[in-house]
């Protein structure tokens, strides 16, 4: 299969291995072990993860090189339209915390390092995570306003109950940004109740949702996704991985794509996960209910949905 789109790549899960080893070692915590991704790992544990990659990228050059490689990495597996997305805020060790005086400054050099290494050749998503207080939102969006390379924002990781703020705390900041010509997606029914994605969708803006795995057990959320022309962002292997799907014949893909729903296939985080984009299509190609001509209305529909700066 040749052309295909990957909108949904984190760049702190999809470094190369051992690229994560030098630079590990360079920080002086070298890994005994990958941190890896397993089926029913579940949300948090899943999240977890991130704190062994992250260690290793608190430096802009660090940042480039990961993005350079990234791109690459998608090229030689046949991605054309790639787009990649971190939250530059949990970057910003070297100044104290994305709370400290220093942190735009520090979040405006991570995301210059990524432009740097991605040189044009994949669009970039700034994160705002769930429980972020919203003016970090904000910070944002004036970061992306000002730099074409940054093609969208997103809200990434899990609502907890611990978390001072809701969705609908971030709809100005997001509303902001659709206003400046930037994509908007949310993580959303990522194993959770699908009124996440009616919200993401009706109050914070979103054109697309990642992973939306609850999609169909609620009809008239199903019917917003469809007359909207939402488009869903399934990774399938990373869903079964944290458990938001039991397996990955249980995976809801072909049903939406026979359905006439926009969803696309990605990849989520390719060293976590241990998969690739070219891996990631043949195991959707295997599930049940999927044909080459819903797998490649799949794909066309990555490509269409890509965030393009006006």
């Given at each position: 299969?040749?052309?295909?789109?990957?909108?949904?790549?984190?760049?702190?899960?999809?470094?190369?291995?051992?690229?994560?080893?030098?630079?590990?070692?360079e920080?002086?915590?070298?890994?005994?072990?990958l941190?890896?991704?397993?089926a029913?790992?579940?949300?948090?544990?899943?999240?977890?993860?991130?704190?062994?990659?992250?260690?290793?990228?608190?430096?802009?050059?660090?940042?480039?090189?990961?993005?350079?490689?990234?791109?690459?990495?998608?090229?030689?597996?046949?991605?054309?339209?790639?787009?990649?997305?971190?939250?530059?805020?949990?970057?910003?060790?070297?100044?104290g915390?994305a709370?400290?005086?220093?942190?735009?400054?520090?979040?405006?050099?991570?995301?210059?390092?990524?432009?740097?290494?991605?040189?044009?050749?994949?669009g970039?998503?700034?994160?705002?995570?769930?429980?972020?207080?919203?003016?970090?939102?904000?910070?944002?969006?004036?970061l992306?306003?000002?730099?074409?390379?940054?093609?969208?924002?997103?809200?990434?990781?899990?609502?907890?109950?611990?978390?001072?703020?809701?969705m609908?705390?971030?709809?100005?900041?997001?509303?902001?940004?659709?206003?400046?010509?930037?994509?908007?997606?949310?993580?959303?029914?990522?194993?959770?109740?699908?009124?996440?994605?009616?919200?993401?969708?009706e109050?914070?803006?979103?054109?697309?949702?990642?992973?939306?795995?609850?999609?169909?057990?609620?009809?008239?959320?199903?019917?917003?996704?469809?007359?909207?022309?939402?488009?869903?962002e399934?990774?399938?292997?990373?869903?079964?991985?944290?458990?938001?799907?039991?397996?990955?014949?249980?995976?809801?893909?072909?049903?939406?794509?026979?359905?006439?729903?926009?969803?696309?296939?990605n990849?989520?985080?390719?060293?976590?996960?241990?998969?690739?984009?070219?891996?990631?299509?043949?195991?959707?190609?295997?599930?049940?209910?999927?044909?080459?001509?819903?797998?490649?209305?799949?794909?066309?529909?990555?490509?269409?949905?890509?965030?393009?700066?006006?």
């Amino acid at each position: 299969m040749e052309g295909l789109a990957d909108l949904h790549r984190h760049l702190d899960g999809s470094m190369r291995a051992a690229t994560l080893r030098r630079l590990a070692a360079e920080v002086g915590a070298p890994l005994p072990e990958l941190p890896r991704f397993f089926a029913g790992m579940g949300l948090d544990a899943a999240l977890a993860c991130f704190a062994t990659t992250l260690r290793t990228l608190q430096r802009p050059a660090a940042i480039a090189e990961v993005a350079a490689e990234i791109a690459e990495d998608a090229a030689r597996d046949g991605v054309t339209t790639l787009e990649l997305r971190f939250a530059p805020q949990l970057h910003c060790d070297a100044v104290g915390g994305a709370a400290a005086p220093g942190a735009m400054a520090a979040m405006a050099a991570a995301v210059d390092a990524a432009l740097e290494g991605l040189d044009r050749r994949a669009g970039l998503l700034l994160c705002v995570l769930y429980g972020d207080p919203p003016a970090l939102a904000e910070a944002l969006v004036d970061l992306a306003a000002t730099r074409p390379g940054v093609v969208g924002v997103d809200l990434a990781g899990g609502p907890a109950p611990t978390h001072d703020f809701a969705m609908t705390d971030y709809a100005p900041a997001f509303r902001r940004a659709r206003g400046l010509g930037l994509g908007v997606t949310v993580h959303a029914g990522e194993g959770r109740p699908p009124a996440e994605i009616a919200v993401a969708i009706e109050q914070l803006g979103a054109l697309r949702i990642g992973h939306g795995t609850t999609l169909l057990d609620d009809p008239a959320v199903t019917e917003l996704v469809a007359t909207r022309g939402v488009t869903i962002e399934a990774c399938v292997t990373s869903n079964v991985h944290v458990g938001a799907v039991a397996t990955a014949a249980d995976h809801p893909l072909p049903r939406w794509l026979a359905m006439g729903i926009k969803a696309c296939v990605n990849t989520d985080n390719t060293l976590l996960s241990a998969v690739d984009a070219a891996e990631e299509h043949r195991r959707v190609r295997a599930l049940p209910g999927m044909d080459d001509a819903l797998l490649a209305a799949a794909v066309a529909h990555g490509h269409a949905a890509a965030f393009v700066r006006g």
